[in-house]
């Protein structure tokens, strides 16, 4: 399953980045957040690439489509005393399909949106440090990345973008223990 899961990944993920005929545009975004209930920090570089798909452009507001392919950091600053050995750091891969519900641009250039997503993560760790002497137990290296986001575009060719995010890493029950993770965090883009 867990080398399935990793060739479907790594198949998606070439696609992405080796297919410019589909990419009409790419961006670069930074990610910094944290877990209240874990105690843990966020860090997330990403790459977008936008096929500049999209739906219902007639109105003011439609629905568009990017790929962010993840980088992730997480880190405990728990000071509690781990009993199962968990690491107290891990890092990580994504691949995740963003949909993105955007206005046109006002005359000021400002152009809010709302993005929902669900991807694919591959985990360094199966566990990690937080607020409990057990850790968190993901119970594989792969998980699923949800984010929920609300933000602005803006800039003369709407170049840049900030955001705020709920992600959520989960398995899914693929695996016998799920123990997921939220995190809150701010995001800045810039898209060339």
């Known amino acids: 399953m867990k080398t399935k899961c990793l060739t479907l990944f790594f198949l998606a993920a070439s696609i992405c980045m080796t297919a410019p005929a589909l990419a009409n545009q790419y961006g670069v975004s930074l990610s910094g957040g944290y877990s209240p209930a874990e105690d843990v920090s966020f860090f997330r570089g990403a790459v977008k690439v936008s096929p500049n798909w999209k739906w219902f452009e007639e109105r003011d507001w439609y629905l568009g489509l990017h790929f962010d392919l993840g980088f992730i950091f997480l880190n405990s600053n728990s000071d509690v005393v781990n009993v199962t050995d968990a690491p107290d750091s891990l890092e990580a891969i994504s691949l995740t399909p963003v949909f993105r519900i955007q206005r046109t641009p ?38 699923f990345e949800d984010i929920l986001s609300a933000g602005v575009q803006f800039g003369q060719q709407q170049q840049f973008e900030l955001a705020i995010n709920y992600f959520h890493y989960s398995n899914l029950n693929f695996y016998d223990q799920n123990d997921g993770i939220d995190i809150y965090s701010a995001t800045f883009a810039y898209w060339f």
């Open 106 to 143: 006002y005359s000021n250039t400002v152009s809010p949106f709302l993005q929902a997503a669900v991807g694919a993560s591959f985990f360094s760790e199966e566990t990690l440090q937080n607020s409990e002497p057990i850790g968190l137990d993901f119970g594989g290296t792969f998980q």
